[in-house]
């Protein structure tokens, strides 16, 4: 399956991952391309009635009561943010 | 000192040779000397090194020294350390220092582990060549023309220098095994689930896991006691028995099936690598082993499915990485799409932000069915293909690298690069544990030839036997005992 320029643009917008210019796209149009050619041997596989793996010991995640077993420690996780005050995180103004 | 095993040099702190501080001292001062253009380390943590080999020095003198006690190591830079950056090779988390400690990195100290400090590695491990680093490339300490593997390059580089007795790596699709290969040192990337991921910074969570690089199968046994255990902060670590590594160390190979997938035998491969792992083969024989073909039928597929998957995990993972709670961002956002996009687009490299589309692009609505979900049900043959050979063979053995270490600079093209992983990647997604060892060089001077590794596979959690089959091959060769001359930055 081929990708378009248009594909690499809405990936790069669902992903809030920046392009600088149409050349930065193209580039990437160019080696997702080759990438996807190569994955695409997987389209002659016959694969019916085989269930998708997801996890490589083929069993599901442990579960454990859901009790409240963490403190809060906002003040240490915070330390490393670009920008907080009153234990809020800070970003740009999103409702004018 | 600075190539002995941590095995040997237990014994000397043991004996009273040299204190942990000297040790220590001692390593610290190669890195200063040698590093500069080796590169290895992203950050040295000298004081807090100094002050864990008196700790252990004194812990010692009183009697109340452990196995691993006052022992160096390096840690790559993926694991989280509590007040020391760990940045993952990235722009992106250049100034991020941890809330916490990985549950590896609170074992080691546990067990009086001193951390040198955190290894250079390929942005967020994704790369075969350390090359991705925003902190620039690793040398190989071979031949500093050519590259140290990927992406655990930084710490398989050390061990080799002499400037760190072993090293925490972690594997995705080959970034023990392969750089272990490239710097002919021995790597262990254990089954999914022996290794609590905690504090491990997430690229593919299903493929992901950490295992220790070092000198030798004894070394790898030592280290991987230590880290390896159920872990209640990382649901996907297996609750199960660990058991005493070094007790399997020894038993004899009278009798043990060695399967070669003729896959791992193909085009592509080596003459220089392909004589090296038949005469390592041979070895085998003379040790008892009995050595038959066998077939991994879906081996060409583990490439293609590996680049849906990983970079679909990564693409989920990485979108935590917005600019707001923690990592880069942009200077003066106008609005905050403006702040996550240009955070992003600053923060990750290009190999990241090629995953990051790839993941995208195929999870999204109308490509999902034929890519992603496609994938893992290859996966699932895959997996299989390993499993029917173990019904037969006890171990399976080949390269872990279709070629010895290539030159810096010299694959330009990904999909090339991502081809290197060839005999690596397809271990990950079947969850099975393999090891690196080191079994002869090729080329000839004025470099010191490249190294080239002996991948030994095994069943899920049959590490014990892995480190067994390693090290029996250890005492019969002495290619792991081979180190490059020191060469002094100019």
């Not at chain 2, 038993?251 to 035998?265: M, N, Q, R, S, T």
Request: include cysteine; charged fraction near 25%; hydrophobic fraction near 40%.
């Amino acid at each position: 399956m081929a990708i378009e320029h248009a594909d690499v643009l809405r990936a790069a917008h669902l992903a809030r991952l920046g392009l600088n210019s149409d050349a930065e796209a193209a580039g990437y149009v160019d080696d997702l391309t080759r990438i996807l050619e190569m994955v695409d041997r997987l389209q002659a596989v016959d694969t019916d009635g085989i269930a998708p793996l997801s996890h490589p010991l083929d069993t599901t995640q442990r579960l454990r009561p859901d009790e409240v077993t963490e403190t809060n420690q906002r003040d240490a996780f915070q330390a490393c943010a670009p920008e907080t005050a009153d234990g809020l995180y800070l970003v740009p103004r999103v409702v004018e | 000192m600075h190539h002995m095993t941590l095995t040997e040099l237990a014994r000397g702190l043991e004996a009273g040779d040299f204190s942990s501080r000297e040790l220590t001292t001692s390593l610290l001062d190669r890195i200063e000397r040698l590093d500069g253009d080796i590169n290895s380390f992203v950050t040295v943590t000298r004081d807090q090194a100094l002050t864990a080999a008196d700790a252990a020095d004194q812990a010692r003198a009183k009697g109340e020294s452990r196995p691993l006690t006052g022992l160096p190591l390096a840690i790559k830079d993926i694991f989280c350390t509590q007040g020391i950056r760990t940045s993952c090779g990235s722009k992106m988390l250049d100034n991020f220092q941890a809330p916490y400690n990985a549950t590896v990195v609170e074992k080691l100290q546990a067990a009086g582990m001193i951390s040198l400090g955190k290894t250079n590695m390929d942005e967020f491990a994704m790369g075969s060549s350390n090359e991705n680093s925003f902190y620039g490339p690793v040398k190989n300490p071979w031949d500093r023309t050519a590259v140290p593997g990927g992406s655990s390059g930084g710490s398989a580089a050390a061990i080799a220098a002499g400037l760190a007795p072993a090293a925490l790596g972690t594997d995705t699709g080959g970034s023990i095994r392969q750089p272990a290969a490239f710097c002919g040192i021995t790597g262990l990337k254990p089954t999914y689930g022996r290794v609590s991921r905690y504090g491990m910074v997430a690229f593919a969570s299903s493929l992901d896991q950490g295992g220790p690089m070092a000198r030798s199968a004894e070394d790898c046994a030592h280290l991987l006691g230590a880290i390896a255990g159920h872990d209640l902060r990382d649901s996907t670590s297996v609750a199960r028995v660990v058991p005493d590594y070094l007790a399997e160390l020894d038993a004899p190979l009278d009798g043990l099936k060695i399967g070669l997938p003729k896959e791992y035998f193909g085009d592509g491969l080596d003459a220089e690598v392909e004589s090296a792992i038949r005469e390592a083969i041979r070895v085998y024989e003379s040790l008892g082993a009995k050595v038959c073909e066998v077939s991994l039928p879906h081996t060409h597929l583990a490439v293609p499915a590996y680049y849906v998957i990983a970079p679909a995990e990564a693409s989920s993972n990485l979108s935590r990485y917005d600019g707001v709670r923690f990592g880069h961002r942009c200077e003066n956002p106008v609005d905050l799409e403006d702040l996550y996009k240009r955070s992003r687009a600053e923060g990750f490299g290009d190999e990241v932000k090629r995953r990051i589309l790839i993941g995208t692009h195929t999870l999204s609505e109308g490509f999902f069915d034929a890519y992603y979900r496609k994938a893992q049900q290859v996966r699932r043959l895959i997996r299989q293909d390993f499993l029917d050979a173990f019904e037969e063979v006890d171990v399976l053995m080949g390269p872990a690298a279709p070629t010895p270490a290539f030159d810096l600079g010299a694959k330009k093209d990904p999909v090339s690069m991502y081809l290197q992983d060839i005999y690596t990647i397809a271990i990950n997604l079947a969850g099975i544990p393999g090891i690196s060892v080191p079994a002869g060089f090729a080329g000839k001077r004025p470099t010191e030839g490249r190294p080239i590794g002996l991948q030994i596979l095994g069943q899920h959690f049959a590490e014990g036997q892995l480190l067994n089959v390693a090290h029996k091959f250890q005492q019969a060769t002495d290619w792991h005992r081979r180190h490059p001359t020191d060469q002094e930055t100019t």
